[in-house]
């Protein structure tokens, strides 16, 4: 088995099954952009994709979480030198245009591979820490409008350092060096769609 996190969006998240497009996929991890996508109006479900026992999925409203993420990715392309290049600045606009043609009610993040491969389901902690994560953001843009941000408000916020730590690999490659092409991706490995 892989070790992927995926992203859906549906219009009813309790089929069964469930009718949902595919939005993105994440080898290794559940990327911290997916985290913002569930952070509005979040509950934990049981997974779409397989048969379980305990929830592994987490729903939440796709008009909330869209907006925090291009709150999120607005505030790093201004406030961060390291992330105003080129292939980070095209991935922000591919951001938007993906998310503002999406039109659905929710969005459902899949971690059941990562979950399996693990033997730990985390997903209980992660979902305590999301409204944690997207107060974290309204405060950061909420101060940005304001015109109280700087550089070292977002650089000092915990989600953005999960934000940056994923994208660079822990160090492991240079920010100039993320490759962002496809990470909005219709066509999963697991097809949710009737």
Partial sequence: ??????IYTT???QQNPVDASGLSE???EVHPLYLLM???????????VIEEADKTAICGSFEEGKELVLKFLELVSIYDESYRIDSFMDFVEETKEVLNQRK????????FEIVQLSGTNFVPDTFRELKE???EVEELYAKH?????SAEDIQGSGFYNDFDDTCIEWGEIDRQDIDWTDFWNE?????LQK
């Fill in 1 to 6: 088995m892989a070790n992927r996190s995926f």
């Fill in 38 to 48: 569930v952070a509005g109006e979040s509950q934990m479900i049981l997974s779409n």
């Fill in 133 to 135: 994560i997207k107060q």
């Fill in 26 to 28: 994440y080898e290794n």
């Fill in 187 to 191: 066509t999963l490995y697991h097809n």
């Fill in 145 to 149: 409008l304001a015109g109280n941000l």
């Fill in 104 to 111: 659905a009610k929710y969005v459902i993040l899949e971690n």
């Fill in 11 to 13: 219009d009813d998240h």
